[in-house]
């Protein structure tokens, strides 16, 4: 009972991580290209400072604290391929979203965020989103990919069981 609600609850965080970095990558920054820079810079600012909130962590955390505790209570089911496809994606999701997100997207947050739109002339906004807009984006297609692959072999892994 234990072990199949960790699953169902690392299950479910783990799909909603992918649907946001996947709504992200096909829906908020091919809209948010769209904008003039003035307009970009000022979206993102507000929409990375939104999403620092306590629902957002319960599922980015959660993944990261479930899917092992998962893997750790598979081990030993004889047979079973169930250890490996969890123990590949909580390596998975531990190092394509977990690290790409905290050594990739988060210092590009926080220098965006230290970024004073209301000084700045129009060439340094230009620049600014320059430096933020692609980096941020190719980082955020990787961990829509890591994130997916991850949801994947967890599924693949519930089927063997």
Known sequence: MVQTTILILAGTTA?????????????????????????YIAAMQGM????LNPLFFVCFFGTAILLPISTY????????????????ATVL??????GVTIV????????????DLDTSTEDEIAAQRVRFEGP??????????????TLVLFIIACLSY
């Open 15 to 39: 799909a909603l991580i992918a649907g946001l970095f996947f709504a992200w990558s096909c829906s908020v920054t091919p809209g948010l290209a769209q904008l003039s820079d003035r307009a």
């Open 48 to 51: 990375n400072r939104a999403i």
């Open 73 to 88: 209570l598979s081990y030993g089911i004889a047979g079973q391929p169930v250890f490996w496809l969890l123990l590949s």
């Open 93 to 98: 999701y531990l190092s394509g979203v977990m």
């Open 104 to 115: 990739g997207n988060v210092p590009l947050n926080n220098n965006l965020d230290a970024f």
């Open 136 to 149: 941020w984006n190719r980082l955020n297609h990787l961990r829509t990919i890591a994130s997916t692959a």
